[in-house]
């Protein structure tokens, strides 16, 4: 079922949306080589503590931390953990903000310190893809609208899409229907109507699109190992077009 929200709700979805993009630009500034995903997931603990929030993925179907932190070849759902992030690599930092029982959700690709033409390419791809998502996320428009963009995109530029992980509709759970897949043809899925809050999150492989789960049951990497990236934002889809709740 699909539940459309008011725009008083999506007023509260923004105000977490808000947020979280401030936690964001300050983990910006923390990622440096040296740094470990466990002390930005502390700070992002004590940074949504200190505002009154929660991070809702934490507890989560038994998930242990208030972040996913998905370095190189992690594809997403990374454990935070204490190896240091060295010069070159590249890590997403995915959180769900909980804020008086309204739910947003962003992740973040950073470099860390110089990386490679190649990685700089998976990043700019990545990113740009998610945009190119977001212009279709309009009143009339189907699902697979967005899917198409985005894959076609990101192949055309000699990347991968990733198939199993998905984007989602969010209010007070973090997973409603529709799923935003980011592959697929045009003009198929769900009609876009006003109301609808989404995620759209490309996650974008330099290899092939395949994915394998750690013995954690959670960490999911790269089949053959090669790097990945991810961008997302939460839309509100308005008669005003597309709106941003996550916006950094």
């Known amino acids: 079922m699909i539940i459309l929200k008011t725009k008083e709700q999506i007023e509260k979805m923004s105000k977490a949306g808000e947020l979280l993009a401030e936690c964001h630009r300050h983990i910006a500034e923390m990622i440096k080589p040296g740094v470990t995903t466990r002390e930005i997931d502390q700070f992002v603990e004590r940074f949504l503590s200190k505002h009154g929030a929660y991070p809702e993925q934490k507890g ?5 931390y208030a972040t996913c932190a ?8 990374g454990f935070p953990g204490s ?8 890590v997403t930092i995915d959180m769900v903000v909980n804020l008086d029982g309204w739910l947003a959700d962003s992740a973040w690709s950073y470099p860390v310190g110089n990386l490679s033409e190649e990685a700089q390419h998976l990043l700019d791809v990545t990113k740009k893809s998610l945009y190119l998502g977001i212009e279709q996320a309009v009143i009339g428009n189907r699902v697979g609208d967005i899917s198409h963009a985005i894959q076609s995109y990101a192949e055309a530029q000699n990347l991968s899409v990733v198939r199993q992980f998905v984007g989602h509709a969010i209010g007070q759970s973090i997973h409603e229907e ?4 980011h592959y697929g043809p045009p003009n198929r899925g769900p009609r876009l109507k006003e109301g609808m809050v989404i995620t759209i999150e490309p996650m974008l492989n ?3 699109f395949q994915c394998k789960v750690d013995a954690d049951g959670w960490t999911a990497r790269t089949a053959d190992g090669k790097w990945s990236a991810q961008y997302e934002h939460t839309i ?3 008669k005003d077009g597309p709106r941003i709740l996550t916006e950094q």
Do not use: F
């Not at 989560?60 to 242990?64: A, M, V």
């Not at 998905?70 to 759902?77: E, K, R, T, Y």
């Not at 190896?83 to 590249?90: R, S, V």
């Open 236 to 238: 509100a889809i308005t």
């Open 60 to 64: 989560y179907r038994g998930y242990p």
């Open 206 to 208: 330099l290899g092939t």
């Open 178 to 181: 529709p799923q935003i897949p």
């Open 83 to 90: 190896e240091p992030l060295k010069d070159g690599d590249i």
């Open 70 to 77: 998905s370095v190189n070849d992690v594809i997403c759902h």
